[in-house]
Structure formats: C-alpha cells, structure tokens
C-alpha cells in the first residue's frame, strides 16, 4: 500500500500549491486549484468558490501528471479528469442522481470505478466492487490533513489520480 499526506488549506478558494508528500516524508508532486483567468475567479467569488472548480496535480519539477475540472451543463454537473503523461480522458459523474445520496462513478470508457463519497470518514474508490484506494480529510482549525491509501492490487498507482479527482469532487464537490 502506498500512503501520501498533505495540508490543504481550509479556505476552498484558496490557489496555493500544496506540497503532497509519500510515505518516507518527502515531496512527490503538487496539487493546486487553478483558473483559466482573472474573470473566472471574479465570477466564481460570487458562486461562493464552487463553480469553477479544477485541480491540477504537477510532478516536483512542475511538469503537469493529472487535472480534474467541474462541468456544469443544462443543471446537470460532471467532472472530467484527464491523465497529462497518458492523454487517457475520464468522466466522473453521478450514477442515479435522482436518488438522496448518488454513486459517483469515473469511467474512461472501459472500465468504472465507483466513489463512495463520505463526509466524516474514508471516500472509498472501488474496482469490481473491491477497493483500490481510500482518501479522507479531517478539518483542522487552518487546514485539512488530507491522506491518501493506494491498495497495491489498483490498476492505478500514480497518486495524482486520486488527488485531483478527490479535491474537486470530494473537497470543494457539486
């Protein structure tokens, strides 16, 4: 099992590069809440930070590895993810959002994985209805404690996966 942590400022709006640190204590990569432009992060103040909402993850020479971005679209909101080494797209979006508490599922067209979107305990990301990954994040009066859990048995092992999937649509959400 790989482990990395990290202190994500409590502020949502907040744009700062936070360090993401692996289990020997040293920096793997970056996570940051970006704007496209000056317009955008007006506009979003005004949608108290929840309307443009994308997260990049960036290798610790600043190379970018993963991002996750909000759509919104005729009332509907989806996420959509995208591996920068790869070029592999993913959708993440509620499955049966008719329901109280949806499933979020992310598909890059082949296979599903399922979020189990937890507020006070571990998000579960699951495989065939096994787990390959966990990511909770416990409130601080500044800040988060954010940790990661990546099962060895997951097809992905890169951390900026999980991350920026876990700070749009966990952290800040619909």
Not at 84 to 96: Q, W
Not at 97 to 107: E, H, S, Y
Request: hydrophobic share 40%; with cysteine.
């Amino acid at each position: 099992m790989k482990i990395y942590t990290y202190k994500q400022p409590a502020a949502i709006e907040s744009t700062e590069s936070v360090a993401i640190l692996n289990e020997a204590g040293e920096v793997s990569s970056t996570v940051q809440r970006v704007y496209s432009n000056g317009l955008k992060k007006a506009f979003d103040r005004t949608m108290d930070y929840r309307y443009f909402v994308r997260f990049d993850v960036n290798d610790v020479a600043g190379k970018p590895l993963f991002t996750c971005k909000k759509v919104s679209r005729r009332g509907r909101v989806h996420f959509q993810g995208k591996d920068c080494v790869t070029g592999k797209e993913y959708m993440i979006a509620y499955e049966g959002w008719q329901i109280m508490i949806p499933d979020l599922i992310i598909t890059d067209g082949s296979q599903k994985i399922k979020l189990n979107k937890e507020m006070e305990d571990w998000s579960v990301f699951s495989l065939e209805d096994q787990p390959i990954a966990r990511w909770q994040a416990i409130l601080h009066e500044t800040h988060f404690d954010i940790t990661l859990h990546i099962e060895g048995s997951s097809p992905i092992q890169h951390e900026a996966f999980f991350i920026a999937i876990g700070q749009a649509v966990l952290f800040v959400g619909a």
